[in-house]
């Protein structure tokens, strides 16, 4: 599962019952499959909670170089000439050591294991209460689809935001060395409890559109694709990658501004990082971004998004298959 806005929710494997099949093309094409069997009771709840989770960390795991030159290009290190995305993916590594790449990739997986536990299991929740309860066992229509992603995501974010907080301290205040507790403690410090939240506006902002269009379109990709195109009644998993690809790049599109936001409230007057006024809110934090850098500004390291999100989504799905059994 990445969003800061920055990560990716990761997605229940909807295969159709082959006793299922003989709907109408019609009706495919506006809900997604149904939902397969899935285990009930606490079965129903730890397997997706530890398949998300692993699943979660191997893919952040991978990128964690182009997630920590991500947060230095939004947040302008003067570290780093962030002009160039990969040029600076290279200085880090001449100037930290290979180790200076997965800087902060330990509070990164201490976060997302949680998060994307949570968010698979908000989800899955969601999806059944939905179907039994309002769609006579039916499948969930686009809308209802992205209501449980938007739903997963904000639930996912309230409780593990502090880790994520720690996170972009970490990535930013690399000269410091601080460990997570470190890092918490100094934000506690400045704020009270309030100050493990700094930010959490616009990440709740980000993350539900984010959550709520990734769940939705991959859900609806997926009914797209014709029986021709499948083995034995079930999706391939490069077409399960692309349509987890195209749902991850929208999603990110819209969410994008708002995590840029978040990153600079987040790591404003550490390290390099020039300070900003406190009082500002999220949308007054965005205008004052765009009156003085301008609206490029708000998508900042985008393209380098661009490029973590087949892969983090190739690797989400693969690996929670491969756990889940």
């Known amino acids: 599962t990445t969003m800061s806005p920055q990560q990716q929710p990761i997605v229940?494997?909807?295969?159709?019952?082959?006793?299922?099949?003989?709907?109408?093309s019609s009706s495919s094409t506006s809900q997604s499959p149904p939902l397969s069997k899935e285990p009930k009771g606490f079965k129903g709840f730890i397997v997706p909670f530890v398949s998300g989770g692993i699943a979660g960390i191997t893919a952040k795991s991978f990128i964690a170089p182009l997630e920590r030159v991500k947060i230095l290009y939004q947040v302008r290190s003067a570290h780093y000439d962030t002009a160039k995305p990969f040029k600076t993916l290279v200085q880090v590594g001449k100037n930290e050591g290979r180790k200076g790449l997965w800087r902060g990739n330990l509070a990164t997986v201490a976060r997302i294991f949680p998060y994307a536990a949570i968010q698979f299991c908000t989800y899955e929740q969601a999806n059944k209460i939905i179907m039994n309860k309002y769609n006579d066992g039916k499948p969930l229509t686009a809308l209802q689809h992205l209501c449980a992603g938007a739903l997963a995501g904000g639930v996912s974010v309230l409780i593990t935001y502090p880790l994520d907080l720690a996170r972009a301290r970490?990535?930013?205040?690399?000269?410091?060395?601080?460990?997570?507790?470190?890092?918490?403690?100094?934000?506690?410090?400045?704020?009270?409890?309030?100050?493990?939240?700094?930010?959490?506006?616009?990440?709740?902002?980000?993350?539900?559109?984010?959550?709520?269009?990734?769940?939705?379109?991959?859900?609806?990709?997926?009914?797209?694709?014709?029986?021709?195109?499948?083995?034995?009644?079930?999706?391939?998993?490069?077409?399960?990658?692309?349509?987890?690809?195209?749902?991850g790049a929208m999603g990110q599109t819209v969410a994008y501004p708002l995590d840029v936001v978040r990153r600079r409230m987040q790591t404003a007057g550490h390290a390099s990082i020039p300070d900003i006024d406190r009082n500002l809110g999220t949308f007054r934090l965005m205008s004052h971004i765009v009156r003085k850098e301008g609206f490029k500004a708000l998508y900042k390291g985008l393209s380098i998004n661009y490029y973590k999100v087949v892969p983090a989504v190739s690797i989400s799905f693969t690996t929670y298959e491969f756990v889940k059994g």
């Open 12 to 24: 229940i494997s909807q295969e159709k019952d082959p006793s299922t099949t003989t709907t109408s």
């Open 170 to 247: 970490l990535a930013v205040e690399f000269d410091k060395h601080p460990s997570i507790s470190r890092a918490l403690v100094q934000c506690t410090s400045e704020g009270g409890w309030r100050g493990l939240y700094r930010g959490v506006g616009p990440t709740l902002l980000g993350i539900l559109p984010y959550a709520g269009i990734n769940f939705s379109v991959f859900a609806t990709l997926k009914g797209l694709i014709p029986e021709d195109y499948k083995k034995n009644g079930q999706i391939p998993v490069p077409l399960k990658l692309a349509c987890g690809g195209l749902a």
